[in-house]
């Protein structure tokens, strides 16, 4: 399949989450360098901060300090999901550093949502159910986790592969092959099944169905927003995009 530009017969486009990048991409960029190291520097800070607090929510939630040892599913959960936060930051080409601490608080907070999943998951399972969560379903849950992390990253890659603006600050091209050939929010789709995941390591049915309401509410709203942006900028090719594709379940949705 093709990611063509502006003079292909069909320009394609990432759907998910192609913005225009705000930074200099091309070699020559002023300042591309610090920039880089600074937005890796408020990541790594934002993920240890989130790190902590997920640690302290569960061993709050289940009253014990061992958890993670008796339990290697959860373990294995977080672990691949630090892993996909520092790859996240590294592969994706919209991340624009935010001023100072306003921009590193605002990026904290917009992680709340899914802090309070991570501490409701383990409260519901030890306050309302007791017991133990069958394995079966622990490593459905990691299965899961691991599946999104290739949806979202492999995504993230392919815009970057696919869509680059050139150094000559040409129009990015629509990209419509690999996942994108398929449904339109991959990179969101896989988000939002390795947040689910969390609910099935705890066999917590009710953060897991508020979890699933939520991610459908927010998956629509940021759909729409994206597909208005993308059909303003592509017009005609991006509406035929529109017709053959799924928003984020092939042949259902």
Same mark, same amino acid.
Request: charge should be negative.
């Given at each position: 399949? *093709? #990611?063509? %530009?502006?003079?292909?017969p069909e320009p394609r486009k990432p759907t998910g989450e192609l913005k225009a990048p705000t930074g200099g991409l091309g070699p020559a960029?002023? #300042?591309?360098?610090? =920039? !880089?190291? !600074?937005r890796v520097d408020i990541r790594?800070?934002?993920?240890?901060? &989130?790190?902590? $607090?997920?640690?302290g929510a569960v061993a709050l939630g289940l009253g014990i300090t061992q958890y993670f040892t008796e339990y290697p599913y959860t373990l294995a959960y977080l672990i691949a999901y630090a892993g996909f936060r520092?790859? %996240?930051?590294?592969? !994706? *080409? %919209?991340?624009?550093?935010?001023?100072?601490?306003?921009?590193?608080?605002?990026?904290?907070? =917009?992680?709340l949502p899914v802090l309070?999943? &991570? $501490?409701?998951?383990? &409260?519901? =399972?030890t306050y309302i159910y007791g017991g133990e969560v069958a394995r079966w379903v622990q490593a459905m849950?990691?299965?899961? /986790?691991?599946?999104?992390?290739?949806?979202?990253?492999?995504?993230r890659i392919q815009l970057g592969f696919f869509s680059s603006t050139p150094d000559t600050g040409g129009p990015r091209s629509l990209v419509r092959n690999g996942l994108y050939g398929r449904i339109r929010h991959p990179i969101w789709l896989g988000e939002f099944l390795v947040v689910f995941a969390w609910?099935? *390591? &705890? +066999?917590?049915?009710?953060?897991?169905?508020?979890?699933?309401a939520f991610? @459908?509410?927010? +998956? =629509? @709203? !940021?759909?729409? +927003? *994206? /597909?208005? /942006?993308?059909l303003a900028l592509f017009g005609d090719p991006y509406a035929r995009y529109l017709h053959d594709t799924e928003c984020f379940i092939p042949g259902i949705w």
């Open positions: 399949m *093709e #990611g063509g %530009d502006g003079s292909s960029a002023a #300042g591309a360098a610090p =920039r !880089r190291w !600074r790594v800070t934002e993920l240890i901060v &989130f790190l902590v $607090a997920v640690v520092l790859a %996240d930051v590294m592969v !994706r *080409e %919209d991340f624009e550093p935010p001023p100072d601490t306003a921009g590193l608080s605002g990026s904290i907070l =917009r992680q309070l999943l &991570f $501490a409701a998951a383990p &409260f519901e =399972r849950g990691l299965l899961m /986790e691991l599946i999104g992390l290739w949806l979202a990253l492999g995504a609910t099935l *390591e &705890f +066999g917590a049915p009710l953060s897991a169905a508020l979890t699933l991610g @459908i509410v927010m +998956g =629509r @709203i !940021r759909a729409a +927003g *994206e /597909e208005a /942006e993308m």
